[in-house]
T-cell receptor, first 121, second 106 residues
Framework: QITLKESGPTLVKPTQTLTVTCTFSGFSLTTSGVGVGWIRQPPGKALEWLALIFGDDDKRYSPSLKSRLTITKDTSKNQVVLTMTHLDPVDTATYYCAHRPWGMGNYFDPWGQGTLVTVSS | EIVLTQSPATLSLSPGEGATLSCRASQSISSYLAWYQQKPGQAPRLLIYDSSNRATDIPARFSGSGSGTDFTLTISSLEPEDFAVYYC????????FGGGTKVEIK
């Protein structure tokens, strides 16, 4: 059974850097066709894809946020970390991590429960 | 960046009725489209991938179709647990989500 869980701060000040961690189980992030992605959702709004990392360490970023994002993995800890710089109140959202299955293309299944991050002074 | 436009924004239906949700891409995305269901307070769940393939354990009442720029998610007969928000997502030269369609109880 594949599970993912996000962790990180609930409140971040504007201009600060956000670091959120995804801890997963049930799969190994060491093969090229498997990945973990980050997606966020502002309250009451739609989903927005942020970043995706593969088992071979290939990385993809949303073009509109690429300059602010870094995604890394620690296979020994079964963790994926997303950092986002220069936070603004519009970055307030639930941040989800999700499994990118082997052989299915860049879709996500399953997802973690999400972690709400509020950006406010 | 490819934009996905979902319609209608809200669909008001009764249990037992059929639902047809639309997702239109700003350019051709072949069959590279997925559908997700999201219930209040929950994470999204993958329903359909590559336009018409049901994900694991998804009931047969959910079906997807389309290619190019126009896609449809059909729910043949709405169960009480199907009232939720549905999102489409493409994977053609990038990755974006649509704005969502809320299926509410009439």
């Amino acid at each position: 059974q594949i599970t993912l869980k996000e962790s990180g701060p609930t409140l971040v000040k504007p201009t600060q850097t956000l670091t959120v961690t995804c801890t997963f189980s049930g799969f190994s992030l060491t093969t090229s066709g498997v990945g973990v992605g980050w997606i966020r959702q502002p309250p009451g709004k739609a989903l927005e894809w942020l970043a995706l990392i593969f088992g071979d360490d290939d990385k993809r970023y949303s073009p509109s946020l690429k300059s602010r994002l870094t995604i890394t993995k620690d296979t020994s800890k079964n963790q994926v970390v997303l950092t986002m710089t220069h936070l603004d109140p519009v970055d307030t959202a639930t941040y989800y991590c999700a499994h990118r299955p082997w052989g299915m293309g860049n879709y996500f299944d399953p997802w973690g429960q999400g972690t709400l991050v509020t950006v406010s002074s | 960046e490819i934009v996905l436009t979902q319609s209608p924004a809200t669909l008001s239906l009764s249990p037992g009725e059929g639902a047809t949700l639309s997702c239109r891409a700003s350019q051709s995305i072949s069959s590279y489209l997925a559908w997700y269901q999201q219930k209040p307070g929950q994470a999204p769940r993958l329903l359909i991938y590559d336009s018409s393939n049901r994900a694991t354990d998804i009931p047969a009442r959910f079906s997807g179709s389309g290619s190019g720029t126009d896609f449809t998610l059909t729910i043949s007969s709405l169960e009480p647990e199907d009232f939720a928000v549905y999102y489409c997502q493409h994977r053609f030269n990038g990755l974006t989500f649509g704005g969502g369609t809320k299926v509410e109880i009439k």
